[in-house]
């Protein structure tokens, strides 16, 4: 006992030598952002400080609703201790006061706007006046409670600027759009949440600035970010729910980040002290970190894959799992591996799937190869539905390589539909285009049993599933026969066809496109895409993309688009960046892939109601 109150004497004598050489200065920063005219803010120098010496790390340190700037105040012993013990780098803090309710967000009508004096007068401000870092690398926000989910909000919305983010006890709302708050959870008065998203609501503008819809929105841009985000499991406010969805946003979109939820701990009380070292601690681990695995560590990885190998397995993939990026144009091991996550992310997103409905019946048919998988989630209602037709030579493949589409489409609103189909030489190509329809008209009768919409369906396929949609979205026949129109269809979205022109294709087609399409070219037309298209029958918008370089698809889909657009048919062809013929699929789901987001643009487009 007397050697512990020993330790804690000397400690508080280091924080009092080390404090002897800080310093807080106040001062106000005049602006016409916000109506009082000017913001006043305090800054904690370290003991080593110089006008002229090195530039320091920047903590913006941001206040919980009613507080102010001698927040600094407060926490300088904690900090100055932390210093002195070697357990944080020196760095400068800096709080300044702002309105309480604001969230660090520019009010609704303008008259408040205190992100803007933030991030375009207050960090020019300090990076002009004191000797502080002006690269994001050693720009960091934290706070809690307000300051929780200014930090989140701010980071997340401006990763350029902030390069770690650590929000205590953050008060964010569980639900990446309004509706999908619970009420629980909408604790703030109702003129608190007018001044900062109008009166009626502005549902845009949430979407905006709720730190889950920006994540959301663009997840890639985080890949870069230190991310630490804690939370009581008491916390009488309720902000565990909102933590704990924030966390797993992240998770789901493969953030690095860390999150805490703290035992016993509420929002107040003597909890609160070691839990702002920790946060502290997290800040000096991101500012500290080396920048290659220790050899200990490098050794260890090395044994353990090698363990692995032996076995005849694969490796572990460290976090953010590596197997969501390392998709190669390889059918073996890749395609498992792809087929193996994507049902994990189904299941961390609560995708439902409805395996083997058939949407035909033939005696002479397995019934498997005229069935369908569909993908729903709970309470989902009046969902526009996405058909997919995977790709396969028109000889092989399966439903299942819908892979991370349902996965990313169904938690959005949508019903997801992937298909099997008859195929060479047991099935004509127009018979494969007419199970297509069927499917589609099957849909049509039987989506809101699933809670989606039959009148909102968009066709999807892949490769020789490219070639059918085509074929199906263009050549009314097949939607007729099936017992639909083209009107039924929203859109259609091809993926990396090369057989859209089919006479034109043959020209240089090699034994396995002639031993599907045959060598009579009488046989071609009827199942040429570009031959059907005419103004007035209604053709639905196309979508149509290309992979890197591979010129054949690309001439097929300029010849395409191209009579699409003359004949007064929205088309438009997208080249997949850095993506081959497989990968281009396999990677349509994942986020922050290109593509996905120039599909779902599509797919809002043209399928949601006005």
Not at 481 to 502: E, T
Not at 510 to 539: C, D, L, Y
Not at 576 to 592: C, F, I, N, S
Request: aromatic letters at 10%; hydrophobic letters at 40%.
């Amino acid at each position: 006992m007397q050697f512990r109150f020993a330790l804690r004497l000397i400690a508080c004598f280091l924080a009092a030598w080390a404090a002897h050489g800080s310093q807080i200065i106040r001062e106000s920063l005049s602006t016409s952002l916000v109506s009082a005219g000017a913001v006043e803010y305090a800054i904690l120098l370290p003991d080593s400080y110089s006008p002229d010496g090195e530039r320091f790390p920047l903590l913006l340190l941001l206040h919980g609703a009613g507080g102010d700037r001698e927040k600094i105040a407060r926490i300088e012993p904690q900090i100055s201790e932390m210093w002195a013990s070697n357990d944080l780098p020196r760095m400068v803090v800096v709080t300044p006061s702002i309105a309480a309710g604001s969230i660090y967000l520019d009010s609704y009508d303008g008259t408040e706007r205190w992100e803007s004096f933030l991030m375009d007068e207050f960090l020019p401000h300090l990076r002009a006046k004191y000797r502080v870092s002006r690269g994001r690398e050693k720009t960091m926000v934290s706070g809690g409670s307000m300051g929780g989910i200014g930090s989140l909000r701010l980071g997340f919305k401006h990763p350029e600027t902030f390069g770690a983010i650590a929000a205590m006890q953050p008060a964010v709302w569980p639900g990446v759009t309004w509706d999908e708050v619970p009420d629980r959870n909408k604790i703030r008065p109702p003129e608190r949440i007018a001044n900062l998203f109008g009166d009626p609501f502005d549902d845009k503008r949430f979407l905006r600035e709720n730190p889950a819809s920006i994540v959301e929105r663009d997840p890639s841009r985080l890949l870069g970010s230190a991310i630490y985000i804690e939370v009581g499991e008491q916390d009488g406010f309720g902000f565990v729910e909102g933590a704990d969805f924030i966390h797993r946003l992240l998770w789901h979109h493969r953030i690095p980040h860390e999150f805490r939820l703290v035992r016993w701990a509420d929002h107040v009380g003597s909890t609160m002290t070691e839990r702002s070292r920790d946060r502290f601690r997290f800040l000096a681990r991101y500012l500290e970190q080396p920048t290659a695995p220790e050899p200990a560590v490098e050794r260890f990885r090395e044994r353990m894959a090698e363990r692995h190998r032996s076995r005849g397995l694969e490796p572990f993939g460290f976090w953010p799992n590596p197997t969501l990026r390392s998709y190669g144009a390889g059918d073996g091991l890749e395609s498992l591996r792809a087929v193996r996550d994507s049902k994990e992310v189904r299941a961390e997103r609560g995708v439902i799937r409805i395996a083997d409905v058939p949407y035909a019946r033939n005696p002479e048919t397995d019934p498997l190869r005229q069935s369908m998988d569909i993908y729903i989630r709970e309470g989902l209602s009046d969902a526009p539905a996405v058909l997919y037709v995977h790709g396969g030579g028109w000889i092989r493949g399966d439903k299942e390589r819908a892979l991370f589409k349902p996965a990313f489409l169904v938690p959005k609103g949508y019903l997801f539909a992937s298909m099997n189909y008859r195929f060479r030489p047991e099935a004509s190509l127009a018979e494969m285009a007419a199970d297509v329809a069927s499917a589609a008209v099957w849909l049509k009768q039987h989506a809101s049993k699933y809670g989606g919409d039959g009148a909102r369906i968009t066709l999807m396929g892949h490769s020789a599933g490219g070639h059918l949609v085509a074929l199906v979205g263009a050549n009314q026949i097949f939607m007729e026969d099936a017992g639909g129109s083209l009107s039924d269809l929203a859109g259609v979205v091809v993926i990396d066809s090369a057989m859209l022109n089919v006479p034109a294709r043959m020209e240089t087609a090699g034994q396995s496109q002639t031993r599907v399409f045959g060598s009579a070219p009488e046989g071609w037309i009827p199942v040429s895409p570009w031959h059907h298209v005419e103004a007035g029958k209604g053709i639905p918008p196309y979508l149509l993309f290309t992979s890197d370089g591979r010129a054949v698809s690309q001439e097929q889909a300029a010849m395409f688009t191209t009579k699409l657009d003359q004949h007064g048919i929205e088309a438009s062809s997208h080249e997949g960046k850095g993506r081959a013929h497989t990968p281009l699929d396999t990677y349509m789901g994942v986020e922050g892939d290109a593509s996905t987001g120039i599909l779902l643009d599509f797919l809002r487009r043209h399928t949601d109601r006005p």
